[in-house]
């Protein structure tokens, strides 16, 4: 059974419709249902097999729009992933974030968990997987919408002068990002990606702490 993006709020239809142009959130309303409709057709044919006019048809909108608003296929599968990623945290949750260290990378941490870990989520990492070899724009697009993206943001907030200051003097400032993300995924994602095992998720989260216990030993200053 393929897994279908949640959708997007919707906003309230107007009590009565005018004539003339649509309105903003008739507008809003439209690109949503596009980003919704283009995931889950991906999901369900796969990357490759889905064509630009079977999602403007199944969406109700003209193809040259999905080259206007994405510039194609690409643009489109980019807008998905980052749809589905401000559902968990917007693009500077953390970089803004002003609480003490070890509370903002925990949360922060187990909202990414549970971002990557989302059935759709696993899904559409499946598909990335399974079709990038034969389309280089398909792992490119998951790569600038999802990996890059997190780890640009997480390297913003480690480079802050409040929190440089809290971590070790001799680590590679750029290296720090992945070794956090490495630490939240660990292990157990690697197996649950291609063979689903069930856990409770005050085991999820009991693992998720000792792994980040290992991550501020490594990076955090002596107290």
């Excluded at 009991?206 to 030993?217: G, H, I, N, S, V």
């Amino acid at each position: 059974m393929t897994t279908a993006f949640p959708a997007p709020p919707v906003p309230a239809a107007p009590a009565t419709k005018s004539a003339g142009r649509p309105r903003a959130c008739e507008l809003e309303a439209r690109h949503n249902n596009l980003i919704q409709t283009a995931g889950e057709l991906m999901l369900k044919h796969g990357y490759s097999k889905v064509s630009l006019e079977t999602i403007a048809r199944e969406a109700h909108v003209a193809v040259r729009t999905i080259y206007v608003k994405f510039g194609g296929k690409a643009g489109l599968f980019q807008a998905v992933l980052l749809a589905n990623r401000s559902r968990f945290f917007t693009a500077s949750a953390v970089e803004s974030d002003m609480r003490p260290l070890k509370q903002a990378i925990s949360e922060f941490s187990l909202q990414f968990f549970d971002m990557i870990s989302a059935p759709e989520a696993l899904s559409m990492q499946r598909m990335v997987v399974a079709e990038a070899a034969s389309n280089p724009e398909l792992s490119t697009s998951f790569y600038e919408a999802g990996p890059r993206q997190t780890r640009e943001m997480l390297l913003r907030y480690f480079a802050r002068a409040d929190v440089r200051a809290q971590l070790r003097e001799d680590l590679a400032l750029e290296l720090i990002p992945t070794f956090l993300l490495n630490c939240v995924q660990g292990e157990y994602f690697g197996r649950f990606l291609f063979q689903p095992v069930a856990q409770a998720r005050e085991d999820v989260v009991t693992a998720l702490e000792q792994r980040l216990d290992l991550f501020y030993r490594s990076v955090l200053r002596a107290p």
